[in-house]
């Protein structure tokens, strides 16, 4: 059973910048993909950006490009998520997720989920 537990996250004014780390417990971690979701107040969870475990590239919804970097430590078992020029439409509950397959955007292809960290931009 593959652990993740988030850190990070926070309160900041809208333009400002927030990092969330996700560390694994997976030994394999490198062999992992790694995805980020967020769920907003009232709204169902979103998919926010993926890293694949091979040559370390990343896809992101389009809301967030420019914005967000997603980034790995095979090393340390920990994937990392850059978030800045933040707006008040990112808040919510962002959530590391870990799949054994294909890297893809949809929810219900990741195996593993983290308990959740809180990111709260105010305009």
């Known amino acids: 059973q593959v652990q993740l537990v988030e850190s990070g996250g926070g309160s900041v004014q809208a333009g400002g910048s927030l990092g969330l780390s996700c560390a694994s417990s997976e030994g394999t971690f490198s062999r992992l993909t790694m995805g980020w979701f967020r769920q907003a107040p009232g709204k169902e969870r979103e998919f926010v950006a993926y890293i694949r475990w091979s040559k370390g590239s990343a896809f992101y919804v389009d809301r967030v490009k420019g914005r967000f970097t997603i980034s790995r430590d095979n090393a340390k078992n920990t994937v990392l998520l850059q978030m800045d020029s933040l707006k008040p439409e990112d808040t919510g509950v962002y959530y590391c997720?870990?799949?054994?397959?294909?890297?893809?955007?949809?929810?219900?292809?990741?195996?593993?989920w983290g308990q959740g960290a809180q990111v709260t931009v105010s305009s």
């Open positions: 997720a870990a799949a054994r397959g294909l890297a893809t955007p949809r929810e219900r292809d990741y195996d593993y």
